[in-house]
């Protein structure tokens, strides 16, 4: 089986080629993913063997098949996750009725809209780190750069399919949209905000594929229990392949703590900026920029547009099957934190209508399981420092919380009160500097950047100073 998959064109679990017309559609797509590749995928390195996990099946062994490979030669598949035999819909008005294997008429709207949402975060986030490579810490890092990179390429891919395959003409249209907008082009700028942020620096790339990475976590967690099952499907085996990102980001960051800490004890003062090392401030205000940033994505805290996706079995809540008893979700409500007159007190709303609260609610603490490993990772040093995620009403952009100014501890502010502190709690320019001027390129192998420990343990059980890109 795997070595069929392996060897058409477009490699995927979906009988693709006993669907001629849909093969030849993605065909006439493939060299416009292609030429979108060349032009905005991780430059300088195009031609360069890489190390890196390729998915060929999704069985234990088809999907993390490793070897040397050039980018544009990486075979980007397409591959559901295989089906749940007699699969209800998990929640909403329709849960325990059979799923859908076609989308109905009345949804087509909705869920194209869900699905090209998700779809523009994948190439957006390619484009946001094109550059990182030229200042990687080590052969190691840029090699789980590119991983995430082509894998992100994948899932568009994953998008894409869905789009051609039960979506006709509109469909289509939306694919080739897909590779025409651009991250940070103020003309035709990816969908959501934060995925137009730049990503210009290391700790950035570790914070972002720790909390917004974890974002996609759950938005496809969310869809994972849609009634559209090729939807579910889809969804369920990307998830495998955002561990792996999750992963980077997490011990991305904690290997700065690493070394922040090793620093710290051994000249004896926080201020280790001038010893190449990244102030523990300074990673906070990076955690309290890219966490609120990656909070907005869950949208407004009381939402009929989430309502009705959840009414219609078009998304569910995470693990809507296995960790909830009741599915229908209309009966209950679900206490939001609102300031009225100056004060904060508890609103109760709908429970369907807060279910993008809900979601963030479950990202959040999801995230306090990162911090937890990263603070240990002080105590270990003997530092008596915490880091922590600011209150979700910090730094919003979008829903209530961005009518007002809060603090990191939640409490609202004056915008003049917000505005003379915002320099403690978010990254100015000097810090972003800082961190810009740490970031020189190592490539020697085995070597590492000074402001990042080495990792504990190599790739594929390899060890740390294997050759993961060939230069
Ligand atoms: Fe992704
Ligand atoms: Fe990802």
Known sequence: MIAEVNHERIPNNVHLSSDKRLQR???????????????????????????????IGVDANGWAQFDYVKMPDYRWGIFLAAPTENRTIPGGDLAGKPVWQEIPGEHRNSL???????????????????????????????????????????????????????????????????LERRS???????ILTTFNEPISDWLSFFMFTTFTDRDGKFQLLSLAESGFDPLSRTCRF?????????????????RVIKRTAELINRYDTEDIAKYGGVPLVILQK???????????????????????????????????????????????TYALTTLQNGKLGELAVPLRNAMNEVLRDDYIADNEKSLEKWNLELAKHHIDY???????????????????????????????????????????????????????????????????????????ALPEDFEYVRL
């Open 112 to 178: 194209r809209r869900l699905i090209v949402t998700q779809a523009d975060t994948e190439p957006a986030s390619v484009e946001q780190q094109r550059l990182l490579g030229k200042t990687c810490p080590s052969l190691y890092d840029l090699r789980n750069l590119f991983q995430v990179n082509v894998e992100e390429g994948r899932h568009l891919w994953a998008m894409v399919y869905l789009l051609h395959s039960y979506l006709g003409k509109d469909g289509r249209e939306e694919a080739d949209a897909l």
């Open 25 to 55: 559609a993605l065909e006439g797509w493939q060299p416009n993913f292609a030429s979108w590749w060349g032009d905005m995928g991780p430059e300088g390195f195009q031609q360069k063997e890489i190390y890196l996990r390729t998915a």
């Open 184 to 190: 940070g082009n103020p003309d035709k700028p990816r």
């Open 286 to 332: 990076y955690i309290n920029f890219w966490y609120s940033s990656s909070l907005d994505l869950f949208g407004s805290e009381q939402s009929s547009n989430a309502a009705n996706y959840f009414a219609a079995g078009l998304k569910g809540r995470a693990h809507e099957a296995k960790h909830y008893t009741e599915h229908m979700a209309n009966q209950d």
């Open 386 to 460: 915490k880091l922590a995620l600011p209150s979700k009403r910090f730094n919003r952009t979008v829903g209530i919380y961005s009518e007002h100014h809060y603090g990191p501890d939640g409490m609202p502010l004056s915008r003049a009160e917000f505005e003379a502190q915002r320099s403690f709690w978010l990254p100015t320019r000097e810090d972003r500097e800082h961190v810009h001027s740490l970031m020189q390129q190592v490539v020697a192998r085995g070597k590492m950047a000074g402001w990042i420990a080495p990792p504990l343990k190599g790739i594929n």
């Open 238 to 254: 990307m998830l495998t392949e955002e561990a792996h990102h999750l992963f980077v980001g997490q011990t991305g960051v904690q």
